[in-house]
């Protein structure tokens, strides 16, 4: 048994001065264990919907918060906070849910604005931001300042008022956490709200949050994080094995001719599934 693991991590003449593990073959073997992780994940969730999920500690004070401090770096005026938008917004995640859809057209063809119109509010110009998966509100904020068409909703001069809607709840079979962004200007400008919890905290500095709109609790552990464990375990174990490779080779001054460029390509993809896999939240 020693032998063997000898021979998985050491090079050696009995495997031709090149560790197992950085031969293609199990190189080949870690990406299969990776990707047949990912298929259990997908499966487990088509079995048992709602075991696996993300657990969020995102508010809409929070994301309220947030979206303010971006318009005022940009020397734009705060959105003031319309309970009206924040109904439409709630409405339409809970759609998003009830129909198991994630875009902003439900399957049926309802459009965002539909939500607008079923809450009461009359609107001259509007906008939407969607996201989920996210554990935070600042990657949250972030990937949405990343994309040029969400940061354009929210550093908007077009739009006055803004509603947040933060739910909990089963999103193809996965526990999540979906975040709508209603933005608007009312026909009436004489009608923009200024005068809401909400916004009242932003603007004191106080520390109070709203409720996350949600009674559903979210499990502790999430596919992502089951991904990211594994990755980094596999990605641990083969940068070790390549560095005691490199310098037993280099103190031993071992010459090797072939097997090399086919090993880094191996490598190199393994990195490359787990920078895909790595990341947190979709945004639409």
Do not use: C
Request: aromatic share 10%; charged share 15%.
């Amino acid at each position: 048994m020693s032998h063997f693991w000898r021979l998985l991590f050491i090079p050696h003449e009995r495997n031709n001065h090149r560790a197992n593990l950085l031969k293609p073959q199990f190189l080949l073997l870690f990406i299969g264990v990776y990707l047949a992780n990912q298929l259990f994940l997908k499966a487990l969730t088509a079995v048992k919907p709602g075991v696996l999920g993300y657990s969020s500690e995102i508010t809409s004070q929070k994301v309220y918060d947030l979206t303010n401090n971006q318009r005022q770096s940009a020397d734009l005026p705060i959105l003031h906070y319309n309970s009206t938008l924040e109904a439409s917004a709630i409405k339409k995640a809970q759609d998003m849910f009830a129909n198991n859809y994630w875009a902003h057209n439900s399957p049926t063809g309802t459009t965002p604005w539909q939500f607008f119109k079923d809450a009461g509010y009359q609107y001259s110009v509007a906008g939407e931001n969607l996201a989920k998966d996210f554990y935070d509100t600042d990657s949250l904020l972030q990937a949405w300042m990343n994309s040029p068409t969400h940061k354009a909703n929210i550093v908007s001069d077009k739009y006055q008022e803004i509603g947040i809607g933060v739910v909990n709840g089963i999103l193809n079979g996965v526990k999540t956490t979906l975040v709508v962004q209603h933005f608007a200007t009312p026909q009436n400008i004489n009608l923009v709200s200024n005068d809401t919890p909400v916004e009242r905290n932003y603007l004191t500095g106080k520390s109070q949050v709203l409720a996350d709109n949600s009674s559903t609790p979210l499990p502790a552990v999430s596919p992502l994080q089951i991904s990211k464990i594994i990755g980094l375990v596999m990605f641990g174990i083969i940068i070790i094995t390549l560095i005691v490779d490199s310098y037993i080779t280099l103190r031993n001054r071992t010459h090797r001719i072939t097997g090399s460029a086919t090993s880094h390509l191996g490598f190199i993809l393994i990195i490359f599934i787990l920078l895909i896999f790595s990341q947190q939240g979709a945004i639409f």
